[in-house]
């Protein structure tokens, strides 16, 4: 072959390569782009890690997901946030975070963008207490929700035909039950909830608390800690543990709350709904075909409302703009109603949308979807002030409460000290 | 050039390097603590004087876009009026005395036990150490499974027999601190041994033997002759043991979590939520500096009682 044709043939093979590269990027618009993602160790941790090369193949985008504890995934995205190192893209966010999330700009505002592209998202499928609880606040989206959570009761349909009561409706009537259903000698209790210091006992306390009428803030968004109602509500959530939990209960976190309620331990338990596939678990649970979901119980006399939570997705504000474009194109991608299908049937329990929740697939699946649909339709996701000071309370209120569930402390005087504490925040 | 004349041979001395040989000897001892004292200064010092210096201001990380705000001691009159803050910091003291006292007690009698050279003994030694090798987090969590009431290998037993109440040990408001002092106690009697073993070791034998000689009974040689020279140990024990006490987080954490309520709560553990959960840098700062003050006064009384000790033995 002569020189001329060597380089004939050099020439067609770049034009022919460069024409495939830009096709490739025509495809894979995002080609190059790394996403690193800071999550919370839930259940959707793995099933995002384990669906993000699908992103990568649709996009050309990479995303990396670290998958964090609780405690953990707070300090290292804080640290990240103040220090304006960019380590993360996009950071799962707690519900309750979004007052300091506001307050200190750590996210992209996504308001605009959502307005933008509202259609393509299929927002009117999206329930509409998801996107105002988590992530709104202040008339900004510090995050968009991928993971909603309802309160639900989770019960022993066994025990309660056994002892001829039925399934309680009320607030009242679940502390009648629970106790009904206690027996010690045959290790049996009517109720478990987490009793342990700091933020399990907080936030379970809070959601009975609500319930039963109580509120951390009064009317102006000012503490009431050390109200009536709230005093009453501990009263109960005491006697709840006093009569009817399993003793080892004040020390439970989430994870030995759910354990003895798997193992036959507990039979009624307020829970959420992100954990009741591992009920139907035969690998880890022994009350598969005796357990039901239901929606919580309210106190008597009190407006229809269920405890909403959950996890949403926020953009470092500190970003590049491509890089914040990618982060939302995820974001996106992720809330589609195909993904979130594919999401829930891998076991991520997390529910943003009326298709999912109605969709006969993962109805066949998860039977309890119904009981979260009506949730979300009524849900609260306040009981939980998502305040910036909400950290500080929970942590007071994490320590009062297990102080009275253990004895020695009175409900009045704990929450009397956790409301002169938390009148200084503000 | 100048030169300097070493036996026969010509050692050029130039006119920069035109030092006097002890000056030249400082200036090399300078440099080669020069590394040293960088480091100390970057990781110890610039660190302390930042942590000082922030304790003057209100700088929340979370608050405000992180403004600082300076208000003079009010963080460490906060310190004072804050119940939770007064509580760990009694909560630390007794700590402190109480897990650094029952150490030094079991320490010693261990360390007399197996002064004696044997195989016995040596072997005795190499079981004993095991508790210092594990990480204090991993010691909390044992303890913690093996107290738990539903499955703990003692805390179920505990619970059934009546011994721990119901509810367990670490759930109990007055079991709780004597759980973490003596989990401390097993963790760190060890160590407590191991040093004052090596100063047994290393007394005279020479003096011990004079003392057995003219028939001083065996509590004799301890009080008169072994306890005051092995004060310099004893007080290398007390300090190592005293710093780290008061300093203790690791296992309260994962044990109690500071709890139930604030019984267990230390120092340490309230001033990393305040510094690492509400990121509250000029509060967190001010329990910090409070913490290495009192640890600074606590090895100073030492100090000072051992002196007094030491003086008193001499002049016997």
């Known amino acids: ?426 | 050039m100048a030169t300097t004349s070493v036996g026969s041979i010509d050692f050029p001395q130039s006119k920069a390097s035109g030092l006097r040989f002890a000056d030249r000897r400082k200036l090399f001892l300078v440099a080669l603590a020069l590394p040293a004292v960088i480091y100390v200064v970057l990781v110890a010092l610039w660190p302390l004087a930042q942590g000082i210096w922030y304790s003057f201001f209100d700088y929340n990380l979370l608050r405000g876009g992180g403004r600082r705000t300076f208000v003079g001691l009010a963080n460490y009159a906060e310190l004072w009026t804050d119940s939770t803050a007064r509580r760990a910091l009694v909560n630390t003291f007794i700590f402190t005395f109480a897990a650094v006292t029952i150490e030094f007690v079991f320490g010693l009698c261990l360390a007399l036990l197996l002064w004696r050279e044997g195989r016995f003994n040596r072997i005795c030694l190499a079981f004993l150490l095991i508790p210092v090798t594990i990480t204090p987090v991993v010691v909390g969590l044992i303890f913690r499974a093996l107290l738990a009431v539903d499955y703990g290998f003692f805390g179920y037993y505990l619970a059934e027999w009546g011994i721990s109440g119901p509810r367990g040990f670490l759930a109990s408001t007055t079991a709780a601190m004597p759980v973490v002092i003596l989990i401390d106690v097993w963790e760190w009697t060890p160590l407590v041994a191991l040093i004052l073993l090596a100063g047994l070791k290393s007394l005279p034998g020479d003096i011990l033997e004079a003392a057995s000689a003219d028939g001083a009974t065996a509590v004799q040689r301890f009080r008169l002759v072994v306890l005051p020279l092995l004060l310099p140990t004893v007080f290398l024990a007390l300090v190592l043991r005293v710093m780290d006490a008061f300093r203790v987080f690791d296992t309260i954490f994962v044990t109690t979590g500071g709890g139930p309520g604030d019984t267990t709560n230390s120092l340490m553990v309230y001033g990393v939520k305040q510094g690492l959960q509400f990121f509250n840098i000029g509060f967190a700062s001010a329990i910090g500096n409070v913490m290495i003050l009192c640890i600074v006064v606590l090895c100073a009384a030492f100090t000072l009682l051992i002196r007094r000790a030491d003086v008193r033995a001499n002049e016997r």
């Open chain 1, 1 to 426: 072959m002569s020189t001329a044709s060597l380089l004939k043939l050099g020439v067609a093979g770049l034009v022919s390569m460069g024409v495939a590269g830009s096709a490739l990027a025509a495809d894979k618009p995002l080609a190059g782009i790394t996403l690193n993602l800071a999550s919370q160790n839930d259940q959707f941790a793995p099933v995002i890690a384990k669906l993000a090369p699908k992103f990568e193949e649709a996009t050309g985008a990479t995303v990396k997901v670290d998958i964090l504890d609780y405690g953990s995934l707070l300090t290292k995205t804080q640290a990240d946030f103040v220090g304006h190192t960019k380590s993360y893209d996009l950071v799962t966010m707690d519900i309750v975070w979004a007052g300091q999330y506001a307050d200190n700009k750590y996210t992209v505002d996504l308001t605009d963008w959502i307005k933008r592209d509202a259609a393509e998202m299929k927002l009117d499928d999206i329930y509409p207490s998801t996107i105002k609880y988590i992530g709104q606040y202040d008339g900004k989206q510090v995050a968009f929700p991928f993971a909603g959570y309802a309160a639900v009761l989770a019960y022993r349909k066994d025990l309660l035909e056994a002892a001829g009561l039925k399934v309680p409706e009320t607030a009242e009537e679940f502390v009648e039950t629970a106790i009904k259903l206690t027996n010690p000698d045959k290790k049996q209790y009517g109720f478990v909830a987490n009793g342990q210091k700091g933020p399990a006992v907080a936030q379970d306390w809070l959601q009975y608390n609500s319930q039963l009428g109580g509120s951390v803030l009064d009317a102006s968004g000012k503490p009431a800690i050390n109200s009536e109602a709230n005093i009453n509500s501990l009263k109960i959530y005491k006697e709840l543990f006093d009569k009817a939990a399993p003793p080892g209960a004040v020390d439970y976190d989430w994870g030995g709350r759910e354990e003895s309620f798997r193992q036959g331990i507990a039979a009624m338990m307020e829970t959420w709904s992100v954990g009741a596939p591992g009920y139907y678990d035969p690998s880890m649970s022994k009350i598969v075909d005796h357990v039901a979901i239901t929606t919580t119980p309210g106190a008597k006399g009190m407006p229809v409302k269920y405890g909403l939570g959950g996890w949403g997705m926020g953009i470092n504000a500190d970003i590049d703009p491509a890089q914040q474009e990618a982060a939302w194109q995820f974001i996106k991608w992720l809330t589609s109603p195909e993904i979130q299908k594919e999401f829930n049937m891998e076991g991520a329990g997390s529910y943003i949308r009326k298709s999912t929740l109605a969709d006969p697939d993962l109805n066949k699946k998860f039977p309890y979807l119904p009981v979260i649909a009506k949730s979300f339709e009524n849900a609260d996701g306040d009981y939980r002030p998502r305040i910036p000071q909400y950290p500080e309370i929970q942590d007071l209120l994490g320590t009062a409460v297990n102080a009275v569930l253990v004895g020695g402390v009175e409900p009045k005087a704990a929450l009397d000290e956790v409301q002169e504490k938390a009148a200084k925040l503000f």
